[in-house]
């Protein structure tokens, strides 16, 4: 376990399981459609890149960059950082996010995505944190529900550090304050 971990919350078996259930569950609702697959950048790497292998339909990929987090505080409010590259009308859209803390990110995405007339629209997220919710947001695949905690690791960061670790981990409070930002 990194130094600066207090705890693993979801080892790397667990993650590659709930991963695998996952994909198959993609795989019959979407059976026999071409689903576009709307990456949240930077956390969504490595969950994108574990769950695609898990998919038996076609894909296509595409990646927004969104900002609404500095350190460990959400400061509300959410910017286009990078567009898609495709045009998504028309077609079955997933977004494929790391984590729904207080929802605003995805209500944001749900918003900007719709004007786009999309034939459907869904959200798969590796992490839930119900309990810090400001914005309802329509969860249609989650991996996982966690506690309050903030989390790091499997793409996730704090000030992009731990995005590497295998597994998901709570930060250590002293590895919180200690850093210089
Ligand atoms: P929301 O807008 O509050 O739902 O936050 C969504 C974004 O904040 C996620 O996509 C993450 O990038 C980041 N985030 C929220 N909670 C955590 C956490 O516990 N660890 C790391 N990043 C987090
Ligand atoms: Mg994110």
Do not use: W
């Amino acid at each position: 376990m990194h130094k600066d971990l207090e705890e693993i919350l979801i080892p790397t078996a667990e993650l590659n399981a709930g991963i695998k259930k996952l994909g198959e569950r993609i795989s019959l609702d979407y059976a026999g459609r071409c689903v576009s697959l709307v990456g949240v950048l930077k956390g969504c790497v490595l969950f994108m890149a574990d769950l695609v292998k898990h998919l038996s339909i076609d894909t296509r990929m595409d990646f927004m960059m969104l900002s609404s987090y500095s350190g460990a505080q959400s400061t509300g409010v959410v910017r286009t950082i990078l567009d898609l590259k495709e045009n998504i009308e028309g077609r079955d859209v997933l977004i494929i996010e790391d984590i729904v803390d207080s929802g605003l990110t995805m209500h944001y995405m749900l918003q900007n995505l719709r004007t786009r007339h999309p034939k459907s629209l869904e959200i798969c997220t590796l992490l839930d944190k119900p309990s810090c919710r400001k914005a309802k947001v329509p969860i249609k695949y989650t991996g996982f529900t966690i506690p309050d905690k903030f989390v790091v690791g499997y793409g996730l960061d704090y000030n992009e550090i731990y995005r590497n670790l295998p597994y998901i981990g709570v930060l250590k409070k002293s590895a919180i304050e200690g850093k210089k930002t």
